[in-house]
């Protein structure tokens, strides 16, 4: 049970920070699938991950994207699409898996050809690995066997997360995934727990610290280069108090580490709140008191996080919106 707690943790925190804006979330993707697409000619949406099956359970993969060209007239019909899964320990079912959400995904995008042939169209796919494992292949492989004379190799590719320095992550314009830095602390953390070794725990509290703190000051320092937006800015913030939590909660237990690393980022986030006229990345005319700007805007928020197919708890812990909020906003959307 606390394994899939874990897991369900680190996939809230990863679906919260690919809700980041439209240029850094195209920039993220850029560097994930080594694409190049500018910004300025593209759009990107993130669509449905759930598919319902025959027998009416539910099949949810993590994050499928389609990125538009845009046209003088707006968007083509041309759309690319993507499937990334986030993945933290080894799994040899993963590949079925991943063809399984392809084909469903798939299944959404066939039409028929000139020529009358149906046609599938599976989405460009890769799985991020964040948990180091000499087991993890750089590629996931299936062999598909119609027949003897006819078989087909099915490969995804994979990104092993902890091959890469925050320094990287940034050279690659990666930003959100910055803060799971702190995340490649859990294994040594679990390792030292397990054995007791206090002292050891205690060592890699103090790196956890310093790690937050740089991390943070980078983000600042993306902010202050205008490479990422207010509202990114304040999520990857969140990220790293909530990554901070869940190392401290689950294996560190260190009363102060929490709100040390609170103040922190607090004190980095407040002047950009004086500064920018913003408030938790979502509020606007804090000096002017604009209330109802305040309220729009929250409103807006909490509406674009439940539409990613984030819960009303969820929603509250990781934003820090009041769960009461949250649930008259998300009761008043649906009827």
């Known amino acids: 049970m606390k ?42 949406t993130i669509t449905n991950s759930e598919f319902v099956e025959d027998t009416l359970e539910i099949l949810r993969g993590d994050m ?31 590949v079925i898996r991943m063809f399984e959400y392809g084909f469903r995904k798939g299944k959404e995008n066939s039409e028929i050809a000139d020529d009358s042939i149906r046609k599938l169209y599976f989405p460009k796919q ?54 799971l830095q702190l995340f490649n602390l859990r294994k040594e953390l679990q390792y030292a727990k397990q054995n007791n070794d206090v002292d050891k725990i205690r060592r890699l509290s103090v ?21 990422i937006l207010g509202e990114d800015f304040h999520k990857m913030l969140l990220a790293i108090q909530n990554l901070i939590e ?26 950009e709140v004086e500064k920018r006229g913003i408030q938790k990345g979502i509020q606007k005319g804090i000096k002017q008191g604009i209330d109802k700007g305040i309220e729009d805007t929250t409103k807006q928020f909490v509406l674009n996080m439940r539409a990613k197919g984030l819960d009303a708890e969820t929603i509250a812990d990781l934003t820090q919106i009041d769960i009461e909020k949250v649930e008259e906003i998300i009761k008043k959307q649906i009827n």
């Not at 990125?67 to 799994?91: P, R, S």
């Not at 590629?139 to 490969?155: A, G, H, M």
């Not at 937050?212 to 205008?226: G, P």
């Not at 102060?256 to 986030?269: A, F, G, H, P, S």
């Open 3 to 44: 394994a899939t707690k874990e897991k369900i943790k680190l996939d809230e925190i990863l679906k919260y920070l690919f809700t980041t804006s439209e240029r850094v979330l195209i920039n993220l993707l850029n560097g994930i699938f080594e694409e190049n697409f500018d910004s300025d000619e593209v759009s990107v």
């Open 207 to 227: 790196v956890a610290r310093k790690l937050a703190t740089k991390l943070a000051n980078e983000s600042k320092e993306l902010l202050d280069n205008d490479e």
């Open 246 to 271: 869940y190392l401290n909660r689950n294996y560190i237990g260190d009363d102060r580490l929490e709100d040390e690393v609170n103040i922190m980022t607090k004190t980095l986030y407040d002047p």
């Open 126 to 179: 890769k799985v991020i690995f964040f948990e180091e494992n000499k087991n993890i292949q750089d590629t996931l492989e299936l062999l598909i066997v119609f027949s003897e004379e006819q078989k087909f190799l099915y490969k995804v590719d994979v990104i092993k997360y902890w091959h890469y320095t925050d320094e990287e992550l940034i050279k690659k314009k990666m930003y959100p995934l910055l803060p």
């Open 64 to 94: 499928f994207f389609n990125i538009f060209k845009k046209g003088d007239d707006g968007f083509d019909k041309n759309k690319m699409n993507y499937h990334l899964e986030f993945q933290t320990k080894n799994d040899n079912t993963m």
